[in-house]
């Protein structure tokens, strides 16, 4: 356990209102990523760090599977930003080399390709007028087809 996990924290632009949380769930149970995986749960992830589980929570796959959405920052009754707390403890795990690069390349690629499509779809129908229903119709076959 180290006891000055927790001020490592806060002490970086993002993590500052970690001890703000009251350990009330609203993020997990709002965060789409819990709704699809048991195991990811953010106010965990938060009482781990208030509790000095430095390794534990640094050295960890859940960190790589945030998609940024910010619902937790919304839901949270005390402003705590978990989404930007997240990035901190990214950014951490980077730092002491407990990350998996592997993991970290392909969640990466994920991130890439999915902002491409959106993209794609955005400009597609800003040039062809095409409706965004359309346009994202025919990216989803292109995708079956590609795969
Ligand atoms: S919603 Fe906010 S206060 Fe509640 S557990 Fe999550 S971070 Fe903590
Ligand atoms: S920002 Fe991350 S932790 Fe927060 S709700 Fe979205 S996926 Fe979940």
Not at 2 to 9: L, S, T
Not at 22 to 43: K, L
Not at 55 to 78: F, S, T, Y
């Amino acid at each position: 356990m180290d006891n000055n996990f927790k001020k490592e924290i806060t002490s970086r632009p993002g993590g500052e209102n970690l001890m703000m949380c009251y350990s009330c769930g609203s993020c997990t149970a709002t965060c789409p990523i819990s709704e699809i995986d048991d195991s990811f749960n953010p106010r965990l992830l938060i009482k781990k760090s208030l509790l000095g589980y430095k390794e534990e929570v640094l050295n960890n796959d859940d960190l790589w599977k945030c998609i940024q959405c910010r619902r937790c920052v919304a839901h949270c009754p005390q402003d705590v930003k978990f989404a930007d707390i997240m990035r901190v403890l990214r950014n951490m795990s980077i730092e002491d080399g407990y990350y998996d690069k592997e993991l970290k390349e392909k969640v990466d690629k994920l991130d890439k390709t999915v902002y491409q499509y959106r993209l794609d779809i955005v400009a597609n129908h800003l040039n062809n007028s095409k409706d965004m229903d359309e346009s994202i119709e025919v990216m989803i076959d292109s995708g079956d087809q590609n795969g």
